[in-house]
């Protein structure tokens, strides 16, 4: 096996009419936080994902869908703190619930449903995972968490405080 750090021949299993027609047509996309709600018994922050030309219409979707969710996350060993992503994508909507749990791990749940179609989110097929834009989301949520509640000064509801006002907003690629 050649170490391909060194080799700059692509293997035969790269697609590389996908991955290069993926490359030109990638983008940015804007993120609006949506504020800070609890939802069953969580403390949820919550964004917005835009593709061009969508906009995604309010939290309240993406809060019903997590509030059953985050309803049995206990059993799963919840914290009480999670981020919703409610993302209006290009080729349909998506609603993402990432929970902080025990053991400085986290759960994640995937919705996915047509384009302006709230009532048809389901969820994800199994090993779905973030997409680029969502994950750069996840990305910084996972280092304020970290600045915040884990590594941060003071009580617990300061610092959880401090995490709910530490917001990303802008465009991701």
């Known amino acids: 096996m050649a170490d391909l750090r060194t080799v700059s021949e692509v293997p035969a299993s790269v697609d590389l009419p996908t991955l290069t027609s993926l490359a030109g047509t990638h983008h940015a996309r804007v993120v609006r936080p949506l ?5 069953a018994g969580h403390l949820v922050k919550a964004y917005g994902i835009e593709a061009p030309g969508r906009q995604v219409e309010g939290v309240g979707a993406g809060l019903e869908v997590a509030e059953a969710h985050l309803a049995t996350a206990g059993l799963r060993g919840s914290l009480g703190v999670a981020v919703l992503l409610v993302h209006a994508g290009g080729d349909g909507d998506y609603v993402l619930v990432h929970t902080w749990i025990e053991g400085d791990m986290s759960d994640l749940a995937v919705f996915v449903g047509p384009v302006g179609a709230p009532e048809g989110l389901r969820p994800g097929r199994q090993g779905l995972a973030p997409c680029v834009w969502e994950a750069a989301v996840f990305a910084y949520e ?3 968490w970290v600045r915040h509640v884990l590594d941060g000064g003071g009580e617990i509801g ?8 530490d917001v990303l907003e802008g465009e991701v690629r």
Not at 35 to 39: A, D, F, I, L, Q
Request: a negative charge; charged letters at 30%.
């Open 35 to 39: 504020g800070t709600h609890e939802v």
């Open 142 to 144: 996972r280092d304020a």
């Open 158 to 165: 300061e610092r959880l405080a401090a995490w709910a006002a």
